[in-house]
């Protein structure tokens, strides 16, 4: 009996044995784990998410763009001007003008550097050519003369600066660039209302130096204006009162309200325009260099001036010492035409 139950335990371990055998043994039909199929999630550094541009040039508008570059190179040329106004200036009132520009302009010039920076654009380090040809033009002149084109300069280019940042505010996308132009545009308007203000005292006083674009004028012994800057012409500054005054591009400036006169010469220097209102109730006045006004033709002309840059210009004043051919007609009981008015200041 014993030897039975030995038998069969040993039939059974017997046939156990391949079984557990054919257990042991790897599935050839499995291939091997690799090393990347282990950790399949794990994406090599090239193959990381895309990285978000930095916000620089690439990311700014073409207006952004040009404002950026034009402000910077009008601020570096602002500096300059102003420096050799403080050392080359005859009167007073430039010397304090050149310093107000410096200061000025160099507050403004370090934000838009950090602005700059923040936005990884590359400021330009110098002037472009019509800024230097400027700026030459200005080293080459001294006394009167140096004082009549810093002037008439600086009218030149804060009319320009102006309309540059209404734009800006108006049209560009960059808000950090609005607001900056929103913030610099009052001081710049200042600038322009001083400097329209200051004119006529060194407008016509500065001897004919031929100098583009910054033409002087004086008086004829009859009351005609002779413009630098053309062939002789006479042209009856005591007539302008009432006159429409036309841009370049034909469209109406305004009419003529009164003529700014050099208290000294008594030479006309600048017109003053009614804009908008109705029958002069209501009107923005504008103060327009006299230089610039062509009368040869049918119509009163207002060389390299259109109706959108006179848009931008801000309101003239009146101080206490401005002398104006309406003020001598009223004090001299003359009409507009202004004929027995006198020629200096009484």
């Given at each position: 009996m014993k030897r039975q139950l030995l038998l069969t335990a040993a039939t059974v371990v017997l046939l156990a044995t391949p079984a557990i055998g054919m257990a042991q043994q790897p599935n050839p039909t499995a291939p091997p784990a690799t090393?990347?199929?282990?950790?399949?999630?794990q994406a090599a550094p090239s193959q990381a998410a895309p990285s978000q541009a930095a916000p620089g040039q690439g990311q700014l508008s073409a207006q952004d763009r040009g404002f950026v570059e034009k402000a910077a190179i009008s601020d570096q040329f602002e500096i300059q001007a102003g420096k050799l106004a403080t050392e080359k200036g005859q009167k007073a009132e430039v010397k304090t003008l050149g310093r107000s520009m410096v200061t000025d302009h160099g507050k403004t010039a370090e934000t838009m550097k950090s602005l700059a920076k923040t936005k990884s654009v590359a400021l330009p380090t110098a002037l472009d050519a019509e800024h230097k040809?400027?700026?030459?033009?200005l080293s080459g002149l001294s006394g009167a003369a140096f004082d009549s084109a810093y002037v008439q300069g600086q009218l030149d280019a804060h009319r320009t600066a102006v309309a540059l940042f209404d734009t800006q505010i108006k049209e560009g996308q960059d808000n950090d660039l609005k607001q900056f132009a929103q913030k610099t545009l009052p001081t710049l308007q200042e600038h322009l209302h001083h400097v329209q203000t200051l004119l006529p005292s060194v407008a016509s006083t500065a001897p004919n130096?031929?100098?583009?674009?910054?033409?002087?004028s004086s008086v004829l012994p009859d009351g005609t204006l002779a413009n630098a800057a053309q062939a002789p012409q006479k042209v009856s500054f005591n007539n302008l009162i009432g006159t429409d005054i036309y841009g370049e591009n034909g469209n109406k400036l305004g009419d003529v309200s009164d003529v700014i006169l050099d208290p000294q010469s008594g030479a006309a220097t600048a017109v003053i325009l009614n804009r908008g209102g109705v029958l002069g109730i209501g009107a923005k006045q504008i103060a327009l260099d006299y230089a610039l006004l062509d009368t040869t033709g049918e119509r009163v002309v207002a060389r390299q001036l259109t109706d959108d840059q006179v848009k931008a210009m801000p309101?003239?004043?009146?101080?206490?010492?401005?002398?104006s051919l309406g003020e001598r007609s009223r004090k001299s009981g003359t009409d507009k035409s202004g004929a027995d008015a006198p020629r200096t200041q009484e």
């Open positions: 090393p990347t199929q282990a950790a399949p999630s040809q400027k700026l030459d033009r130096e031929g100098t583009h674009g910054m033409q002087t309101e003239f004043r009146y101080e206490d010492t401005t002398v």
